[in-house]
């Protein structure tokens, strides 16, 4: 079964507001939890991604947090633009893998109103 | 700066007919990777070349027939397309297998009828 799932299918933000998305996984033997933005028509891209043995990342404008104790990523996405309309997905490594193992999870769609 | 080039962008195929995805990458990476997505799901793995002259299974590999051509090129083929064949499909690649950062071309959307 899949390891990474969502909160929240959808969600709609006010621009200039901060958004948060969240993320739920289940393999505590991952390495890496990763963030992707796919724009429509698009294919994915990466926006940070952050190891298993911290608790927090920033970025331009975004903040990665990893919560081991209840197994939840969120990504957090300061003074939300319309540029940042997508969908986000979450997406991990497990831990050792010598083999590509980048699984994605469904994805959670991001509208922001102007 | 191409990055990562699909060819088709679209196509149609009657269930039976085969047909081959061609995938380009200019930024001299050894990793290229296949994935389909389908409506409301994430994405899912088909076929991986860790480097040039490797190839292997990913997710959900049945149907589907991969060729690591160079380091530049990877293409996958469907042998007898199916109408659950039908989805987008994006082609990717990175420096290394091991990479969070993977770089997506702009998909193709099949529909098998």
């Known amino acids: 079964g899949e390891s990474v799932g969502l909160h929240l299918p959808t969600l709609s933000v006010q621009e200039g507001d901060n958004s948060i998305i969240n993320c739920a996984y289940s393999?505590?033997?991952?390495?890496?939890f990763i963030w992707y933005k796919q724009e429509s028509g698009k294919g994915p891209q990466f926006i940070i991604d952050i190891r298993s043995n911290m608790d927090k990342r920033q970025g331009q404008r975004v903040t990665v947090l990893l919560n081991k104790t209840v197994k939840h990523l969120s990504l957090q996405i300061a003074a939300t633009q319309p540029g940042d309309s997508a969908v986000y997905f979450c997406?991990?490594?497990?831990?050792?893998?010598?083999?590509?193992?980048?699984?994605f999870g469904k994805g959670t769609k991001l509208s922001v109103i102007p | 700066n191409a990055g990562v080039t699909q060819t088709p962008k679209f196509q149609v195929l009657k269930t039976g007919q085969s047909m081959t995805l061609q995938c380009a990458q200019d930024?001299?990476?050894?990793?290229m990777y296949w994935y389909r997505q389908d409506p409301g799901m994430g994405l899912r793995l088909i076929y991986y070349?860790?480097?040039?002259?490797?190839?292997d299974k990913g997710e959900v590999p049945n149907g589907y027939n991969v060729s690591r051509l160079n380091k530049r090129e990877f293409s996958l083929r469907l042998e007898s397309a199916a109408p659950s064949q039908t989805s987008v499909y994006f082609c990717?690649?990175?420096?290394?297998?091991?990479?969070?950062?993977?770089?997506f071309g702009q998909g193709t959307r099949l529909t098998v009828v």
């Open positions: 990717a690649s990175s420096e290394a297998v091991w990479d969070t950062e993977a770089f």
């Open positions: 930024m001299n990476h050894n990793s």
């Open positions: 070349s860790a480097s040039e002259g490797t190839t």
């Open positions: 393999n505590s033997a991952s390495d890496y």
């Open positions: 997406a991990e490594i497990p831990r050792g893998a010598g083999s590509y193992q980048l699984t």
